[in-house]
């Protein structure tokens, strides 16, 4: 995969990352459990962050940066707080699998910039209920 | 303190490159640039693990919080060793480094050998020519992260 093209997937990714923690960040409670209310709003304005970090590598290459669906498939029915837990997981297990790709097919200061993404992705996992693992970002 | 100790021990005792002059040094410098950045990683995760090892063994009562550490190496050392040629030794320092008395500074001391060996492999995953061994290297530093944050066994917050 050549750089600009893991660029374009990981954007892709970051965008349905957006989405589905404005809808996870809608259904939960900030009074009845502030801690997942306070880790699911920090989540999507980190990954606001990482979106438009990565339009602006996109455009540096002169490309032109991959636009969001307009909606996303939800993985599953959201009603609980372990319900918006799991769905947060995944999403973090997900991009920790695309910021994988995006280290392996990149060099100098976007691999850098992975590298670090890959990290706080694997370790934001844990606020999730996510346990340790081997080798994370290198399933799909 | 804690963290001048510590530091000191991992460059003046547990770092096998610091001199010329050792084998590790002369086996990594006419090896391709791949299997050098393979033996450097796996010399620097086995200093950290026998340091971890020193640790419990000082005080057995935090083995509970740093098996999943012992394990995780384990596992990353039996991925990496395989890109190691068997000529090359990465056995490093043969003494663990001194493991402080304090059983609370002891701990600090073993994530802190965790953050340093964490930072030498994104180090080393900048190095990396080939792709897949980036990525992978990228892995190990990243499970070391999430092992060193677990055995804190608090709630960790996402950090915005």
């Excluded at chain 1, 100098?108 to 999730?128: E, I, K, M, P, T």
């Excluded at chain 2, 971890?52 to 999943?68: K, N, S, T, Y």
């Excluded at chain 2, 990353?76 to 500074?105: M, Y």
């Excluded at chain 2, 030498?120 to 990396?128: N, Q, V």
């Amino acid at each position: 995969m050549k750089p600009v093209e893991a660029l374009q997937a990981t954007l892709a990714g970051e965008h349905a990352a957006v989405y589905l923690y404005e809808v996870l960040g809608a259904r939960t409670s900030r009074s009845r459990t502030p801690q997942l209310f306070s880790d699911v709003d920090a989540a999507f304005r980190l990954h606001r962050r990482q979106r438009d970090n990565l339009s602006r590598r996109i455009v540096d290459r002169g490309a032109d940066p991959v636009a969001a669906e307009v909606s996303y498939q939800l993985p599953g029915r959201i009603l609980t707080p372990a319900d918006v837990e799991e769905a947060a997981l995944l999403v973090e297990r997900r991009l920790a699998s695309v910021y994988g790709q995006l280290v392996g097919s990149t060099s100098g200061s976007d691999r850098r910039w992975g590298l670090g993404a890959l990290d706080s992705c694997a370790v934001r996992q844990l606020a999730f209920r996510g346990t340790p693992e081997m080798f994370p970002g290198t399933t799909p | 303190m804690t963290a001048a100790l510590a530091g000191t021990s991992a460059c003046s005792v547990n770092n096998p490159f610091s001199s010329a002059e050792t084998p590790a040094r002369e086996a990594v410098r006419d090896l391709a640039p791949d299997v050098a950045v393979a033996v450097e990683a796996v010399t620097a995760i086995r200093a950290t693990e026998r340091l971890v090892e020193a640790v419990v063994r000082r005080h057995p009562r935090l083995r509970g919080r740093f098996q999943g550490l012992l394990d995780m190496h384990a596992a990353h050392l039996r991925r990496l060793v395989d890109a190691v040629p068997e000529r090359v030794d990465t056995t490093g320092a043969r003494q663990p480094p001194p493991v402080l008395e304090d059983r609370d500074a002891a701990h600090e001391q073993v994530l802190d050998g965790e953050q340093r060996l964490h930072d030498r492999l994104a180090g080393l995953a900048m190095r990396a020519e080939s792709g897949a061994f980036a990525r992978l290297l990228g892995a190990v530093a990243a499970s070391i992260s999430q092992h060193a944050v677990a055995s804190s066994g608090h709630h960790v917050g996402v950090q915005a």
